[in-house]
C-alpha cells in the first residue's frame, strides 16, 4: 500500500503557470511563424515575367549557379539568335531559352 502525502492529488492535477520566459518563447515561435508566412504570401504574389510580345524571360540552371535572363527587342532576338550555335547557348539551357523566344514568337538559331 502506497501513503501519499495530503493534498498531491490536487497539486497532480493542477495545470503549472505558464512562466514569462515560456511566454517569451512562445511569442518568438508565433512571431517567426508569421515572419515566415508573409515571406511566402509576398513570394508568391510577386511573380516574374513571362515571354511575350518580343520578350522574352527565362531562367538558367547551371552546376555553378544560375542566371535570370530578360531581354526585350533587339537584345531578345540576338539571343535567341545565338540558341545551339557554337560560342551560344548550348546543351539543356538551350531547350529553355529556344522554348522562351518560341513563346515570345522570335526565331530560334
Known amino acids: 500500500m502506497l501513503i501519499l ?14 512562466r ?7 511569442g518568438g515561435v508565433a512571431a517567426a511563424v508569421a515572419v515566415l508566412a508573409v515571406a511566402l504570401v509576398i513570394s508568391f ?18 552546376s555553378t549557379g544560375g542566371a535570370q535572363i530578360d531581354r526585350c ?7 535567341c539568335a545565338s ?3 557554337p560560342g551560344g547557348i548550348t546543351g539543356l539551357p538551350a531547350h529553355g531559352v ?12
Open 20 to 26: 514569462p520566459r515560456e511566454k517569451w518563447m512562445i
Open 73 to 79: 527587342g533587339a537584345a531578345a532576338r540576338a539571343l
Open 83 to 85: 540558341v545551339g550555335v
Open 98 to 109: 529556344a522554348a522562351a523566344c518560341r513563346q515570345a514568337g522570335l526565331r530560334v538559331g
Open 45 to 62: 504574389a510577386t511573380s516574374t515575367t513571362k515571354s511575350g510580345r518580343g520578350c522574352i524571360s527565362v531562367a538558367l540552371a547551371y
Open 5 to 18: 502525502p495530503p493534498g498531491h492529488a490536487e497539486t497532480v492535477r493542477r495545470r503549472p503557470a505558464i
